[in-house]
């Protein structure tokens, strides 16, 4: 596994691009995204679980029901959310990039962030579809055009990318996403988009994609709110020449590692990029009985408000760790917890068998005031682990929030 540069336009097939059309009154912001394969490519999505659904959701998981897609487009600016018309402009919008490129419009993956419930004009989009498809690009520049354009309240653009071998076949993977406030997945994410070119079906796919949320975007807290546009697709458009995987294996087991790189580096990227945030927080937890476990006591913790505002302050409140554990409805034995903090600055442990140890505040206002923090979490019931990834709470974030509208 080699890391590379590319993002979406690493694999082999895949055209990227990325303009301001007209959502966006800051001309300056690009607000329309798409990504294009020269090839129709297995897709799969996973989406968000609130049950107020943007209609781009609605849209893509119909288009691709079938397990296939060609194209990606996204506009920033406007979510397509609680609009009356809202299905009709998501269908329009696949309709028309689908006559640029001369595919199929059910071969469209529709996507949409912004403010909810206002209306989306489908005029800025048509007009700018032609400049859209016109700039399409093969290289790094079309990648980091489209990540640009996906932006909302984001400081920093996202992309990542891979490549690894299949049977002797150098193979790419990459991806871009969105993402900094509104961010609480549940079986999904912001909006992430991922390419690659290995040839896999669409069922093996599907089963990669769902396996992997759960210890990566699942497994992201900035704010604790669920937002109504969330989602990530792969496209595998099978142009690197690999023999087609059709069934768990050991190319399905390498595939499943190289998507496990591309959305675990995005997910710290998301998280480092909180609205407000000036400092990513990791949460290890090992030692438990289980993942699921694991996995509770990591997500109830980086999702407190009280640990996430102690590490904006550089405040090594370890109190406020175990009352996350303890409501986290995980089984722990509270007797066996250790905690300790760690960054670039060094290590300081504040926890051991549930009691509180002397340690130099001092040395822990260091570490706590690095870019990026560990909290550690030793459980001692078990062999399984899990990471979470948040941000600290600022005055920023209400800043920001405060006014998202104007």
Known sequence: MKQISGGVTAAAGF????????IRKNQSKKDLALIFSEKRAAAAAIYTQNIVKGAPLIVTAENISDGFAQAIICNSGNANTCNENGIEIAKETCTLVASALSIAPTDVIVASTGVIGQPLDITPIKNGIPALVASLRPDEEGSADAASAIMTTDLKAKETAVSFTLGGVLCHMGGIAKGSGMINPNMATMLVFITTDVAISPEMLRLALSRDVADSFNMISIDGDTSTNDMVT???????????????????????????????????????????????????????????????????????????????????????VLCAIGYSGAKVDVSKISVSFSSSAGTVNVCSGGFGIPFSEEDAKKILSQPEININIGLGDGVASAEAWGCDLTYDYVKINGDYRT
């Open 234 to 320: 792969v496209m595998a458009n099978g142009m690197a020449g690999n023999a087609m995987i059709t069934a768990p294996g050991d190319d399905f087991d390498v595939f499943c590692k190289a998507l496990a790189t591309i959305t675990r580096s995005l997910s710290r990227m998301i998280a480092a990029d909180g609205e407000g945030a000036t400092k990513l927080l990791v949460c290890r937890v090992s030692g438990a009985l289980d993942c699921e476990n694991a996995r509770r006591i990591a997500k109830s913790v980086i999702c407190s408000n009280l640990v996430k505002a102690a590490m904006f302050g550089a405040d090594a409140n370890w109190g406020r």
């Open 15 to 22: 055209l990227a691009s990325g303009i301001h059309c007209g």
